[in-house]
């Protein structure tokens, strides 16, 4: 059998499964006929017997033949009234078929023939007759509610996909049958930012697309493997693969539903450049119940959104199960800021030929232990209990200490751009700090840069806007960061007064790619230029991005391929090198 249709044999679609899931089990259609026979011969039997004379001798008691005419009839009935019960439209068809059948019979008897024995018959054929089509028409009804109820209880309203229970059920299912297969939970990255900038309408206009474009993938069987692809909730989705024959087979499937997010997204007028995070766990290697794997891929999918890498597809590996230590980080948060160990390191920004912009500042902390944590766990934490303005602003304020007495010392015309969080930024303090620190580091107001994500323009547009202007006045300049993740719309860029953009990392990631992705990125340059910014692409990692970007014009470049997050010794070092080129 050639890979194409093997592929058709184990094609199944998401419904047929969900069916297979929810659908009570029928008797098998042929056993009707065991139930429309007994009816004819009952009914056979009662004409025979109801005229009869005879009498029928059972042990002492004597009894007429024809008074077994009415139990006869009632079996007749009741196998009638069985078949539209169990065999539904096809009961019902034949049930009206067989007593329709008899009115002739019956009518010749009564009016031609002249024989009133036939008029009970008569009637109690037509009230048979009323009560199948009764019950049918109920029964009907009922069905239909009850196949409403089935399928609410197991799609998801929205996207119309299968949701978590039917999710459940399945994988519930395919242990039970031990063979192995895999769950991968699938999470859109920055999603939040949509649903929080463009309105919920707009945010489940993306979850729709992205869910018909992995139905899509999932039904046509594309992929080679067995696939099911539910939604979990908000934006998270599952996708269980069944039927593949090797690690890279999984793999190959698992990309080929992050490939399906390529293709930019338009909801009402806006493009929407999205990506996804997946983590993968499988059965029973990972973990022997559903609990447990999902738990797992889960994890997987956490690290896939704290590792900030290129790659966004990682298996479960049992070291990602750490429990959630939110409280332990805010003790270390308010630890590491009360004994003042809170600490940057500055990555560097280079021009196209490899000429030094400036530096970003990134925190850095480290627990009580002497363990490095990510910023990319410990801000979202600080942002979250509000200890995200001081961390900036300990950042902000040695950062620019070192800075000042570097650019004095050195006389480099270079920038420092520091990461200012929307709760931070809107702080009524914030203006008068930037002043301070100006003066007391004497750092040019023009070298100075304050990093705000794209989030903050629509969150509170008009107190933002007052305040970014206030810095403008001040000299300093205005970056927006991430940007792209999640907010697509020109006009508030328009009127906001930035100096430079600095395109998301995931965007470069994708870049090559395809064709496409380089064209998105070549716009958003173009697009800037046009409105008077400067451009810098962050993440750069690979010489065939450098070239990319060289050849689309972009300004500046931030990555690991010219510099990654340096201590400031080396920081200093790297200025000093430059400073005596
Ligand atoms: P960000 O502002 O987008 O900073 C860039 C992040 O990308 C940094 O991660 C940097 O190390 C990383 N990066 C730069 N080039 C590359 C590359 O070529 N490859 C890879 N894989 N990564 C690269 P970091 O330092 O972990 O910071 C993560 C985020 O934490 C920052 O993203 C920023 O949002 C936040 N953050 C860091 N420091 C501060 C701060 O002082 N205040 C605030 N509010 N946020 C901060
Ligand atoms: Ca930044
Ligand atoms: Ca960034």
Redesign the pocket.
């Known amino acids: 059998m050639n890979k194409d249709n093997s592929t058709q044999a184990r094609r199944t679609s998401i419904e047929k499964t969900l069916r297979s899931l929810t659908i009570s089990k029928e008797a098998p259609k042929w056993t009707v006929a065991f139930f429309a026979l007994l009816y004819i011969v009952t009914n056979i039997m009662t004409m025979r017997v109801a005229p009869s004379k005879e009498i029928l001798i059972v042990g002492d008691a004597r009894m007429p033949l024809s008074s077994f005419a009415g139990v006869l009839s009632s079996i007749g009935n009741l196998s009638i009234i069985f078949m539209v019960v169990f065999y539904k439209k096809l009961g019902f068809i034949l049930a009206l078929t067989l007593l329709v059948l008899q009115f002739p019979k019956l009518f010749y008897d009564v009016v031609i023939n002249n024989t009133p024995t036939s008029l009970p018959g008569f009637f109690s054929n037509i009230l048979t007759l009323v009560s199948i089509i009764l019950i049918f028409f109920n029964n009907s009804k009922i069905e239909r509610y009850q196949q409403k109820v089935r399928e609410h209880a197991v799609t998801d309203v929205l996207t119309k996909l299968p949701n978590r229970f039917a999710d459940a059920e399945l994988v519930e299912r395919l242990i039970k049958q031990g063979k192995t297969f895999s769950v991968v939970t699938m999470d859109i990255n920055n999603f939040k930012n949509i649903n929080e900038t463009m309105g919920q309408s707009t945010g489940n206009g993306v979850l729709i697309e992205v869910a018909s474009r992995w139905k899509k993938i999932a039904d046509s069987g594309s992929s080679g493997t067995v696939d099911f692809v539910a939604r979990q909730g908000g934006d998270e989705f599952s996708l269980i693969i069944r039927g593949y024959y090797s690690d890279q087979e999984l793999l190959d499937t698992i990309k080929s539903y992050e490939s399906a997010l390529a293709d930019i997204i338009t909801i009402d007028e806006c493009d929407f450049y999205i990506s996804a995070s997946f983590g993968y766990a499988e059965f029973p290697t990972d973990a022997d119940n559903g609990d447990a794997l999902f738990a797992c891929a889960d994890a997987a999918m956490l690290e896939v959104k704290r590792?900030?890498?290129?790659d966004h597809i990682l298996r479960f590996k049992p070291d990602m199960l750490k429990t959630d230590h939110s409280i332990e980080l805010e003790r270390e948060i308010r630890a590491a800021l009360e004994n003042d160990t809170i600490f940057?390191?500055l990555?560097p920004q280079f021009d196209m030929k490899h000429k030094l912009r400036g530096f970003?500042?990134?925190?850095?902390m480290k627990s009580s232990d002497g363990r490095f944590i990510?910023?990319?766990e410990f801000?979202p934490a600080a942002?979250k209990v509000g200890l995200?303005d001081k961390?900036?602003g300990t950042?902000?304020r040695k950062s620019a200490e070192f800075f000042g007495e570097l650019i004095n010392r050195t006389g480099m015309n270079i920038t420092l751009s520091?990461?200012?969080?929307v709760r931070?930024l809107m702080k009524n303090g914030f203006l008068k700090e930037v002043q301070d620190i100006i003066d007391r580091y004497a750092i040019p107001p023009g070298q100075l840069e304050i990093?705000i994500?794209e989030s903050i323009m629509i969150d509170s547009y008009e107190k933002a806007l007052s305040c970014i202007n206030e810095l403008k006045e001040m000299g300093v300049k205005i970056a927006i960061?991430?940007f792209g993740t999640g907010y697509s719309s020109l006009s508030y860029l328009h009127r906001f007064p930035a100096d430079l953009l600095?395109i998301?990392?995931s965007f470069i990631d994708k870049m090559n790619s395809d064709d496409s992705s380089k064209q998105f990125v070549a716009s958003i340059i173009s697009i800037g230029h046009i409105m008077g910014f400067d451009v810098i692409s962050?993440?750069?990692?690979e010489n065939d991005q450098l070239d990319t970007l060289r050849e689309i014009g972009c300004d500046f470049i931030?990555?690991?391929?010219w510099g990654?997050?340096l201590m400031k010794e080396d920081a200093e070092k790297l200025v000093l090198e430059q400073a005596n080129k």
Request: proline content about 5%; glycine content about 6%.
């Open positions: 590792a900030n890498s290129s940057f390191n990555q970003e500042a990134l925190a850095r990510s910023p990319g801000i942002e995200i961390l900036d950042v902000f520091v990461n200012a969080s931070h990093e994500t960061d991430d600095k998301d990392k962050e993440g750069v990692e931030q990555g690991f391929i990654r997050p």
